[in-house]
């Protein structure tokens, strides 16, 4: 199929609100981590709640646009679609890029299989064709409940944590004026994404009348790609800084965010009403073989090779195609 220049240039124009919600979120991310480092916390339970989440901003926005908008299928389709392409091909590629994925500890040994559980809640509760408020609100429960669970289980309970040290007169000063702008820049940040996500997902109705696919195909084949990059560019940041343990929690915290709070937001404001079984059959399935896949291949060695993120990534791009040819 031949874009004509209408389509180009929503095209185009589609790439730049996805960079700029990249960069804005990368910039909300970098803020909550500065802010973070006001307390002491276990590295690897900041990893899965707070950069997880921060990370999962542009999911969060395009959802809550899409819901506004009452076309929750788009969003319902980008969180299938990100949470298939983080399991899949973005921590598979980053296996094939560093050569090894450690998994580090019983925590996220634990963690696979919570996440497996929850990244497969949505589907379960599909089963009838709706995502109802009340399926909404329970979503946002577990997401409490995880995050409960996981503080409670990791070395310095947050009811626990403090700041340590006296701060004399000046240096608390300097900190409180470096606290205010760095909260300015997070509205700022926090601003455009919501503009952007609006705008988006004005592009992506075009598109599925444009293309004759299903608004949920639009958000999982073309939006979920776009919204993961925040999860690319983390792990090649962590590279760069040594820290490749911590892209594991990472991929976790923000398939748990997604699947949990922002998926139960989204219901809340608008329920879904998922009409197309067999897209969303296949991404379950899919999905289902990803999480055995990589349980299987983190079992035992307590990393992912190189191999088997090839694997990963090659179930992904089955999953592209399978989907292509049933637009």
């Not at 970098?30 to 339970?45: A, M, P, T, W």
């Not at 949505?122 to 609100?137: I, M």
């Not at 792990?235 to 997604?258: D, Q, Y």
């Amino acid at each position: 199929m031949w874009l004509n220049e209408g389509m180009a240039l929503n095209l185009i124009l589609g790439l730049f609100l996805i960079l700029v919600m990249v960069i804005s979120s990368g910039v909300a991310a970098d803020i909550f981590g500065k802010l973070s480092h006001e307390i002491k916390v276990n590295r690897l339970i900041l990893a899965t709640i707070l950069v997880g989440f921060s990370t999962s901003l542009p999911e969060l926005f395009v959802g809550v646009a899409a819901a506004f908008r009452a076309e929750p299928q788009i969003a319902l389709g980008n969180i299938v679609g990100a949470n298939i392409a983080n399991l899949s091909w973005i921590i598979g590629g980053a296996a094939l890029i560093f050569g090894s994925i450690p998994v580090v500890g019983d925590f996220l040994q634990k963690e696979l299989w919570v996440t497996a559980g929850i990244a497969m809640a949505p589907f379960l509760l599909l089963s009838d064709g709706n995502l109802t408020r009340l399926d909404g609100v329970l979503l946002i429960f577990l997401y409490f409940l995880y995050v409960n669970i996981t503080i409670r289980g990791g070395s310095m309970p947050l009811k626990h944590l403090k700041l340590l040290g006296r701060k004399n007169v000046v240096h608390r000063f300097k900190t409180k004026v470096d606290r205010i702008v760095q909260i300015g820049l997070l509205i700022l940040a926090l601003g455009i994404l919501a503009v952007s996500a609006w705008m988006l997902i004005n592009l992506a109705v075009k598109a599925s009348e444009t293309l004759g696919v299903s608004l949920f195909w639009v958000g999982m084949m073309i939006i979920a790609v776009g919204t993961t990059l925040p999860e690319l560019v983390l792990s090649l940041m962590a590279s760069e800084k040594r820290e490749i343990s911590l892209i594991l929690g990472n991929i976790l915290g923000s398939v748990v965010v997604n699947s949990t709070l922002i998926l139960g937001m989204i219901v809340v404001i608008s329920p879904i009403k998922n009409t197309d079984i067999l897209q969303r059959g296949i991404a379950g399935l899919f999905l289902t073989m990803i999480l055995g896949l990589f349980w299987v291949f983190t079992k035992s060695k307590h990393k992912l090779e190189r191999w088997e993120g090839a694997v990963l990534v090659g179930i992904y791009a089955m999953f592209v195609g399978l989907q292509l040819m049933l637009a």
